[in-house]
Nanobody
Framework: QVQLVESGGGLVQTGGSLRLSCAASGRTSSMYAMGWFRQASGREREHIATVTWSDGRTYYADSMKDRFTISRDNPKNTLYLQMNSLKPEDTAVYFC????????????WGQGTQVTVSS
C-alpha cells in the first residue's frame, strides 16, 4: 500500500482556481495509477480523473475534462489537480487514490481536502 496526503483545498470564489496536491509515500514503485475523486455532502463519490503513473496517460470523467487537469510529478511522487473556473457545485471533499500494479481497484485513499466555492 501507499500513504496519501492531500493538500491545497480551501475557500475560493466562483470563477477562481485551485491546485490540489497529493503526496504519496510507501510502496510508490508499485503504483499503476492515481486518481482524483470528490464527494459532495449527501451525494455519492464521483470520479474526476485518473493518470497512469508510468506513462502519464490520462482519463477524465466527461463532465470534468473541460475545467480540471490531472498531472503527476514522478520524482516527487506527487499528484496534482488543477481546477479552473470553479463553480459552487464543485464544493466537495476531494480525495486522491492509488491503484497498485495488478489491482483493478483503487485501494489506497487519502483523507480528503475540502474545497468550498462561494457564489
Amino acid at each position: 500500500q501507499v500513504q496519501l496526503v492531500e493538500s491545497g483545498g480551501g475557500l475560493v470564489q466562483t470563477g477562481g482556481s485551485l491546485r490540489l496536491s497529493c503526496a504519496a509515500s510507501g510502496r510508490t514503485s508499485s503504483m499503476y495509477a492515481m486518481g482524483w475523486f470528490r464527494q459532495a455532502s449527501g451525494r455519492e463519490r464521483e470520479h474526476i480523473a485518473t493518470v497512469t503513473w508510468s506513462d502519464g496517460r490520462t482519463y477524465y470523467a466527461d463532465s470534468m475534462k473541460d475545467r480540471f487537469t490531472i498531472s503527476r510529478d514522478n520524482p516527487k511522487n506527487t499528484l496534482y489537480l488543477q481546477m479552473n473556473s470553479l463553480k459552487p457545485e464543485d464544493t466537495a471533499v476531494y480525495f486522491c487514490a492509488a491503484k497498485m500494479n495488478g489491482r483493478s481497484y483503487f485501494e489506497s485513499w487519502g483523507q480528503g481536502t475540502q474545497v468550498t466555492v462561494s457564489s
